[in-house]
């Protein structure tokens, strides 16, 4: 295990959900948190909780998707920090839909933020860290970047873009000697704060046995586990998923009608249809 102590980090998405509980995580190892998405009120509750445990956090409102906030965000925590070690990309976004009923103007949101935004936040950090010689991006896609998810085609459609974003970049920073590195944590369905929790669970729909669900700081313990190891991948399931993935992948009809089969569409179909747009 690293000594994370008197380090700093950015962690987006970082207002409530998976992301105030990875900055939480963070925080406790030692870590100097820059906690940074829209609502400024909730992320100034999650700052004042972290410092309430002894821990350290600026709260830095902006929208990722924009190049003058991202700007913004990296320069105000240089200045309070002095350096940038960790960035956790996780802010992300899914609205699950028939996709002929999806408006266009929704799919380039879903894009620009779970895809768009952490390559070019990426983009202005990774001078900082290579300089330093020392830094690791964690990006947090989902289990919907490995297989094919029914009523989410633009959601998986980032999320496959940000895991071959993370191996691409990972193998250029090492084929060039660097210290610098890069993962991909891609959880299931998580059952405490997120997208199941806030639209799914709270109507009844349950996720398929066969996938289950995780806990939040499961998907936490995997962003330290990749900083800690040095990680390409993390998959986040109660389930013994990794087998599903290498069927999908010697044979990709056999790998399809599992999914089908396991009913690893039914969550998004069952937001769809109470959102009525199935």
Not at 7 to 28: E, F, H, M, N, Y
Not at 70 to 92: D, M, Y
């Given at each position: 295990m690293k000594d994370l102590s008197g380090?700093?980090?950015?962690?987006?998405?970082?207002?409530?959900?998976?992301?105030?509980?990875?900055?939480?995580?963070?925080?406790?190892r030692g870590v100097r948190v820059a906690l940074v998405a829209r609502s400024e009120q909730a992320l100034e509750a999650v700052r004042l909780e972290i410092t309430a445990r002894g821990g350290e956090a600026i709260a830095i409102p902006a929208d990722v998707?924009?190049?003058?906030?991202?700007?913004?965000?990296?320069?105000?925590?240089?200045?309070?920090?002095?350096?940038?070690?960790?960035?956790?990309?996780?802010?992300?976004?899914?609205?699950?839909?028939?996709?002929e009923r999806l408006p266009p103007a929704e799919i380039e949101r879903v894009l620009a933020l779970n895809l768009t935004a952490p390559m070019t936040l990426t983009r202005r950090v990774l001078p900082v860290m290579l300089e330093q010689q020392r830094g690791h991006i964690v990006n947090v896609a989902s289990l919907g970047g490995l297989i094919g998810i029914g009523w989410g085609e633009s959601y998986s459609a980032s999320k496959h873009g940000l895991v071959g974003f993370t191996r691409s970049l990972r193998t250029s920073l090492a084929a060039r000697g660097s210290s610098v590195s890069a993962s991909v944590v891609c959880p299931g369905f998580v059952d405490d704060v997120g997208m199941y929790d806030d639209e799914a669970s709270s109507r009844g729909i349950e996720a398929p046995w066969a996938l289950g669900t995780s806990a939040a700081s499961e998907v936490a313990d995997a962003v330290l586990r990749a900083i800690d190891r040095n990680l390409l991948e993390v998959v986040v399931s109660p389930r013994p998923i990794r087998l599903l993935l290498m069927l999908a992948a010697a044979s990709p009809r056999l790998g399809e009608w599992l999914v089908r089969r396991l009913g690893g569409h039914r969550v998004f179909e069952g937001v769809a249809r109470a959102n009525g747009v199935e």
């Open positions: 380090t700093s980090a950015i962690v987006t998405g970082a207002s409530k959900g998976i992301g105030a509980v990875i900055a939480r995580a963070l925080a406790a998707t924009s190049a003058e906030d991202q700007a913004r965000l990296v320069e105000r925590t240089l200045s309070a920090f002095g350096a940038i070690h960790w960035l956790v990309n996780n802010a992300g976004a899914v609205t699950p839909s028939a996709y």
